[in-house]
């Protein structure tokens, strides 16, 4: 299995394959991701990491499309990142956004908020989970492909009423963590978020 952590920091996986902006030891691929493309080839990676990077970064959605490209189709890109109701994510000056539940159903059609907004995204994912761990929100998402000019064309004309978005994003709700893709956890035993949770441990078997 191909597994790739990005902004992987001072943390390592077993049997993963580190990058980041900075030269640190044990990292195999040094790139800052706000550069795109990335020099990781397109469909090679079975799973991408990115934990406590998103957050960080300016062009996460060019980001993220970015990540679709690289991985597998049915590959899994496992986000952990700062969750906006928690004050640890609002203590580190570095981070430049806080995520919600649904942050990451721009890229998921399915849901609601992905079906009324696809064009903000070149690509697909499917939600597979969703869970908070202490500070942190956990995403992880199966990769379905691109938003070719064919799929783009199909949904170009696609018109929601307010109430209808309204009905869908309150059903969403309803069904609680993990949407449509199920609530089922992507990790057991995750650290705390950022700096303060884990640093320099391996958090994660994949």
């Known amino acids: 299995m191909n597994i790739l952590s990005v902004g992987a920091g001072m943390v390592r996986t077993e049997g993963a394959v580190h990058l980041d902006r900075v030269d640190l030891p044990g990292i195999e691929i040094v790139w800052d991701l706000e550069k795109v493309p990335y020099p990781l080839g397109g469909g090679c990676w079975d799973v991408v990491l990115a934990k406590d990077i998103l957050e960080h970064l300016d062009n996460v959605v060019e980001c993220v499309d970015e990540l679709n490209r690289v991985l597998k189709v049915g590959g899994r ?34 849901t609601p908020t992905g079906a009324m907004f696809w064009w903000y995204t070149k690509t697909i994912f499917r939600k597979v989970a969703v869970r908070l761990d202490a500070d942190s929100l956990w995403v992880e998402m199966e990769k379905v492909g691109e938003k ?59």
Request: aromatic content about 10%; charged content about 30%; glycine content about 18%.
């Open 77 to 110: 890109l496992v986000i952990r990142t700062s969750y906006w109701k928690s004050e640890a994510s609002f203590r580190d000056p570095t981070h430049k956004r806080f995520c919600t539940e649904q942050t990451f159903d721009y890229w998921c059609p399915e």
């Open 148 to 206: 070719g000019e064919k799929w783009r064309a199909e949904h170009a004309g696609r018109i929601f009423t307010d109430q209808a978005v309204v009905a869908e994003g309150a059903s969403e709700m309803e069904r609680g963590k993990g949407g449509r893709g199920g609530g089922e956890d992507v990790e057991q035993g995750g650290q705390g978020h950022g700096p303060d949770g884990g640093s320099g441990k391996k958090v994660a078997d994949v």
